[in-house]
């Protein structure tokens, strides 16, 4: 079957031959390649680092945290106290929910030889605390030390640790102190500057003393993470203690069957189990800043990778420009045979079609090449003194991850495509409405 005029005058044009036509076509290609696959390369890239983001978050994080906004918030209009046991035992029995566990999370000021340095502290349960197991895992194969939080022991960050003494070592005594204390300290010291008659008296200064209520803890363990290096674990009592709360805990830690359904649930399940006046942010609200910080680099991304898409569009379209002219005398006779503008315009537009076809699946298959050997190239391009990553980047992520999404792959090639297809079309209007006479004549 003869294939329609168009697609034959396409082919003619972008088939290879001794000329510098099919040179610059070929170019053309190559540029489309490069294109496609390095684009393909980062985004994939920048898709795998949020996804392993968002499994050390989840590892971590309570997908729910449930919480009273104000302390002793009434349960219901008749005045009686919240109980969180309450709380917890309605949570439990929600759809969707696979635990809950007390918890309190706050920042602390820690000590050890050197000046207190703040960090944030949580308190877990670890009967009930399904986070306990990652931070074990985190202790114990990625770490130093071991995992026990038994009595007065507490498992800290690495970047706690080192900020609290370059040479913090497991089995050390660190102290916590809370901001409560720190700020009844401060108000005491003021009222009693300010009163003449007390300010030397030793028996107040005595009872400031007395205010502060350090508590010290044994570390066992130190691990490392990204995400969690100025946090510090310590049983759920140390939380109560440190923060005068008794018997109360800061929050509830909800853990879901489905963590990406977190607000759906949030919105169906929780709420209606929670007492007025409880606020219940999800996993992705606790770390909005951050989610949305990588999301915004995604979209930087994809905005200059439409900038360098249309430099690869103005390649085609100088390539496509170049083929008119020098084919117009061809035209002109195709013209004068009889020829209709569409025809032609057709033809050129084929031409761009075609180095897209050839374009973007060579740009894909350069992007799962390197993708496959991004490891070994990393640790090679280490070897001559390029470090694509700082040790900071890869911190508990033992490679560089990388996660290939069809949606990107669609908005790549499609994008490429459509841009190599209509990048000819303006010079080869003008091109192909050439009088045939003057054509023929001028050649």
């Known amino acids: 079957m003869t294939p329609p005029f168009s697609l034959f ?16 076509s070929v170019l053309a290609a190559v540029g489309v390649m490069l294109c496609v696959g390095a684009m393909t390369v980062v985004i994939a890239v920048m898709v795998g680092f949020e996804s392993k983001i968002k499994e050390i978050v989840l590892g971590m994080e ?16 008749t005045g009686e106290e919240v109980l969180w046991e309450d709380v917890a035992d ?33 308190a877990i349960d670890l009967a009930t605390d399904p986070k306990a197991a990652e931070i074990r895992r985190l202790v114990e194969e990625e770490g130093i030390g071991e995992f ?31 901001p409560n204390n720190i700020r009844e300290i401060v108000r005491a010291v003021r009222d009693l500057q300010e009163d003449e008659d007390r300010k030397d008296d030793q028996e107040e200064w005595r009872a400031i003393n007395k205010l502060v209520l350090p508590i010290d803890l044994e570390v066992t363990g130190v691990f ?5 290096g100025n946090y510090l674990f310590v049983p759920l009592h140390i939380g ?27 919105n169906a399940a929780v709420f209606p189990a929670l007492p ?55 035209i002109g006779v195709l013209r004068a045979l009889g020829a209709r503008l569409r025809q032609i315009i057709g033809g050129f537009l084929g031409l761009g079609m075609g180095i897209g076809l050839v374009g973007v699946p060579l740009g894909f298959l350069a992007a799962k090449l390197i993708l496959d050997q ?70």
């Open 9 to 24: 005058l396409a082919l003619r044009y972008i088939r290879p031959r001794r000329s510098i036509v099919s040179a610059v």
């Open 62 to 77: 309570p997908h729910i945290y449930a919480y009273p906004q104000q302390a002793g918030m009434p349960l219901d209009p």
């Open 224 to 228: 490392d993470s990204i995400q969690y």
């Open 240 to 266: 109560q203690e440190i923060f005068e709360l008794k018997d109360e805990v800061g929050g509830l830690a909800v853990e879901l069957d489905e963590p990406y359904k977190a607000v759906e649930v949030r």
């Open 148 to 178: 026990d939080l038994k009595g007065s022991k507490a498992v800290i960050g690495s970047d706690l640790a080192r900020r609290i003494q370059r040479d913090f070592q497991v089995g050390d005594t660190i102290t916590l102190y809370s």
């Open 374 to 443: 991004r490891n070994n190239l990393q640790k090679y391009l280490k070897k001559v003194g390029i470090d694509l990553f700082p040790p900071e980047a890869l911190r508990s992520v033992p490679e560089i991850p990388a996660k290939i999404q069809g949606s990107d792959l669609l908005i790549i090639g499609g994008i490429a495509f459509v841009l190599a297809s209509i990048a000819g079309l303006s010079p080869t209007f003008s091109r192909a409405r050439v009088d045939p006479a003057k054509a023929l004549r001028d050649q």
């Open 276 to 330: 007025d006046g409880w606020a219940a942010p999800t996993w992705t609200e606790q770390r909005a800043q951050f989610f949305e910080t990588i999301r915004n680099e995604r979209i930087m991304m994809y905005v200059v990778m439409g900038v360098v898409f249309l430099a690869a569009a103005f390649g085609i379209m100088a390539v496509v420009l170049t083929v008119a002219i020098q084919k117009r005398h061809e």
């Open 90 to 122: 309605r949570l439990r029995s929600a759809p969707g929910i696979r635990s809950v566990s007390p918890m309190v999370e706050d920042t602390v000021f820690v000590e050890s030889s050197s000046e207190p340095v703040p960090g944030m502290m949580r």
